[in-house]
């Protein structure tokens, strides 16, 4: 039977560069994403790569559209690859934001992850071999003012992760977590990257450049992906600073989003 790679937050940004990667590599797809995103139009693109690609217009900050869609999925499909790439981040001060904004965060970064995931994982173990990618972020390393909850979300990710990487070993099944950088993924991030000067723009990397590595280091079953020479040199030096420094560093460079 065919067997699937699922993308979330398929239709734009590194979700869309996730998509055209795999189809290069002639993976059949499944994409989700929020409605009137475009999927169908995307799908009929992928397709000119001769592959499978079915869509699911959805909105993953529901528990029952998570579960419907992982019911629909497990019923239909065989799936071998599940990249769970949908969030959502933002900066604001925490006194200020609204409990929307919060909640969504929360729920899109953390508990839409988990759950899709654990209702789609007996399906993986099916297969001889297959792949989670989950995406954490280089923010998973330091706390961040004006952003606390989304640096948060993503420590969340990574812990998780490979805690669920040491429990699914031997079962066929390899979890890797991807610490991408800044990306020019939609209008808002670009104007983040922008107002942030120099700062912002360090370790700076296409979503395309950035899917090619994840996908290449996914299928090598690497646990941890860093893409860029720089984000490599950030990752050691956020090791080596002591917290409350680098927290300061990384919160006023933030800080410049909100003026």
Request: hydrophobic share 45%.
């Amino acid at each position: 039977m065919t067997s699937f790679a699922i993308i979330t937050g398929a239709s734009q940004g590194l979700g869309r560069a996730f998509a055209f990667e795999l189809a290069k590599r002639k993976t059949n797809l499944i994409l989700v994403s929020l409605p009137n995103e475009g999927l169908s139009l995307l799908a009929a693109e992928l397709a000119n790569f001769n592959i499978k690609v079915h869509f699911f217009e959805t909105d993953l900050s529901l528990q029952q559209n998570i579960e419907g869609l992982a019911h629909e999925i497990n019923e239909t499909f065989q799936i071998h690859c599940l990249i769970n790439n949908a969030g959502r981040g933002g900066t604001c001060r925490f006194e200020e934001a609204k409990m929307a904004y919060l909640h969504g965060i929360l729920q899109l970064n953390i508990i839409s992850v988990v759950l899709l995931t654990r209702l789609l994982v007996p399906n993986l173990r099916k297969q001889k071999q297959a792949f989670i990618l989950n995406i954490s972020s280089m923010a998973a390393f330091s706390p961040i003012a004006y952003k606390t909850v989304y640096p948060a979300s993503k420590a969340f990710i990574r812990h998780w992760s490979l805690g669920l990487r040491e429990e699914l070993r031997g079962t066929g099944v390899s979890v890797s977590v991807l610490y991408p950088g800044p990306m020019k993924t939609n209008l808002d991030a670009m104007q983040r990257i922008e107002k942030q000067g120099l700062k912002g723009k360090m370790g700076l990397v296409p979503p395309e450049d950035v899917a090619k590595v994840a996908i290449t280091n996914l299928f090598r079953n690497r646990a941890t992906i860093v893409p860029g020479f720089m984000n490599k040199i950030n990752f050691r030096m956020m090791r080596l600073f002591e917290s409350r420094l680098l927290t300061r560093l990384i919160s006023n460079a933030v800080k410049l989003e909100l003026d």
